[in-house]
Each structure stands twice: as C-alpha cells, then as structure tokens.
C-alpha cells in the first residue's frame, strides 16, 4: 500500500534550501497510507505551502513529492483531518507542531 509520510521540522527551511530527498527518518515521520490522505485532499486544495522549497509557493498537498508546511498553515489542514478515520496520529503531530510554531514536512507518495 502507498503510503505518506509526516514529521515536525527541527528547524524551519531556509530560503534557497531544497528539499529534494526522501529521508523520512531524519523527521521521526509518521506514516499514513493514502486511502486516508486521498479523501481530505480536495479539503487541503487552497492552502498554501511550499513544494521542496520556501522558493516555490504553492497550494495543497505535493502528491508525488516534499510539501513544506507552514506554521500558519496547520489550522486548515487540521481542520481538514480531525475527526476522520485513519488520520488521528496524523491530527496530533499537526497539533504538537502547531504548538511547537513548526513546519512540518510532507513526503508524497
């Protein structure tokens, strides 16, 4: 099964810093299995993150790549996940990284 992986950003992303590698491990990430981060995607469509760079701004989830998610971003994207079956570890990553004021980052399947 095609999964997706989350963590919380240590440091937040430099200007000029790409994120181009798949190394879930260095973020402690979670992992969720697409049939449940499927469904919400059309909920997550206009929030605004950034693909593999704070250079490359862009709305809703990076399906097949690194999506940077900001701070000021985790309301709509908590909102679009509580509540829903198979999306409750993900719900508490993003609300310690809310607490934390972190970026969490996003490796597409």
């Keep these: 099964m095609a999964t997706h992986e989350f963590g919380?950003?240590?440091?937040?992303?430099l200007k000029g810093e790409r994120f181009d590698e798949y190394t879930p491990e260095?973020?402690?990430?979670?992992?969720?299995d697409d049939e449940w981060v499927?469904?919400?995607?059309p909920a997550l469509a206009g929030?605004?993150?950034y693909w593999h760079s704070?250079?490359?701004?862009?709305?809703?989830?990076c399906y097949?790549?690194?999506?940077?998610?900001p701070p000021q971003a985790l309301g709509a994207f908590l909102n679009a996940v509580k509540?829903?079956?198979?999306l409750e570890e993900l719900s508490a990553l993003?609300?310690?990284a809310r607490r934390e004021d972190a970026f969490v980052i996003h490796f597409g399947i």
């Design 83 to 86: 509540g829903k079956a198979g």
């Design 26 to 32: 260095k973020y402690s990430c979670i992992f969720v």
């Design 8 to 13: 919380i950003m240590p440091q937040p992303p």
């Design 64 to 69: 097949c790549g690194i999506t940077l998610i």
């Design 94 to 96: 993003l609300l310690q």
């Design 47 to 49: 929030v605004p993150v």
């Design 54 to 61: 704070l250079d490359t701004p862009r709305k809703g989830l």
């Design 38 to 41: 499927e469904p919400v995607l």
